[in-house]
């Protein structure tokens, strides 16, 4: 169903499938262009850094611009910088060397654990492994750290552990003992 309608812009009577169109064929032709052109962001202006074309609102070109972000959002002052940390199979990373990453250049990671226990202790020896006595890998604390062979560490893991068993039930118990109590904080 159409309606008889008079176009609001150079007033010719035509037909619309719509009763509420105000334009004819050819005005709504002419009324997009001229809106295209008013926000027409695709005018091209020389950059003003290489003085390559470049959008017309834009502050440089696509190319300088993204230069100028590489050098911008480096460590720091990149929003996803987690301070040279990150996680991988439960245990802390830690970025230890900067540079680019690639064939055993650049950005080198470590376990945080090897390098708290390796501050403390010296390098660690070939074939040694830093173990974690609670068993939970992201608690890298000096107390929790215990460095062992390998064979040591995979062949006999109960046996080897024992000395260290008594100390940590003494700092859990430690610690326990000077965490407040939920019952008299309630009270």
Same mark, same amino acid.
């Given at each position: #169903? +159409?309606?008889?309608?008079?176009?609001? @812009?150079?007033?010719?009577?035509?037909?619309?499938?719509?009763?509420?169109? *105000?334009?004819? =064929?050819? %005005?709504?032709?002419?009324?997009?262009?001229?809106?295209?052109?008013?926000?027409?962001?695709?005018?091209?202006?020389? %950059?003003?850094?290489?003085?390559? $074309? #470049?959008? /017309?609102?834009? *502050? +440089?070109?696509?190319?300088?611009?993204? *230069?100028?972000?590489?050098?911008?959002?480096?460590?720091?002052?990149?929003?996803?910088?987690?301070?040279?940390?990150?996680?991988?199979?439960?245990?802390? $990373?830690? /970025?230890?060397?900067?540079?680019?990453?690639?064939?055993?250049?650049?950005?080198?990671?470590?376990?945080?654990?090897?390098?708290?226990?390796? !501050? !403390?202790?010296? +390098?660690?020896?070939?074939?040694?492994?830093?173990?974690?006595?609670?068993?939970?890998?992201?608690?890298?604390?000096?107390?929790?750290?215990? =460095? #062992?062979?390998?064979?040591?560490?995979?062949?006999?893991?109960?046996?080897?552990?024992?000395?260290?068993?008594?100390?940590?039930?003494?700092?859990?118990?430690?610690?326990?003992?000077?965490?407040?109590? @939920?019952?008299?904080?309630?009270?």
């Amino acid at each position: #169903m +159409s309606a008889h309608l008079q176009c609001t @812009r150079c007033l010719v009577a035509y037909e619309a499938k719509r009763s509420d169109a *105000q334009f004819c =064929g050819t %005005c709504k032709i002419i009324r997009a262009q001229e809106r295209a052109a008013q926000y027409d962001t695709k005018k091209k202006e020389p %950059c003003p850094q290489c003085g390559a $074309l #470049m959008v /017309r609102r834009a *502050q +440089s070109c696509r190319r300088c611009e993204n *230069q100028r972000r590489v050098k911008a959002y480096v460590g720091n002052n990149n929003p996803n910088w987690r301070a040279g940390l990150t996680k991988a199979d439960g245990y802390i $990373l830690e /970025r230890v060397q900067t540079g680019t990453p690639g064939k055993g250049k650049g950005a080198f990671y470590r376990g945080q654990h090897i390098v708290i226990w390796e !501050a !403390a202790n010296g +390098s660690l020896p070939k074939g040694w492994v830093v173990h974690h006595l609670n068993g939970i890998k992201d608690d890298n604390r000096i107390e929790n750290l215990v =460095g #062992m062979t390998r064979n040591e560490h995979h062949k006999h893991p109960r046996e080897a552990l024992r000395p260290y068993e008594a100390r940590i039930r003494d700092l859990e118990d430690l610690a326990n003992f000077w965490q407040p109590r @939920r019952d008299v904080l309630r009270g």
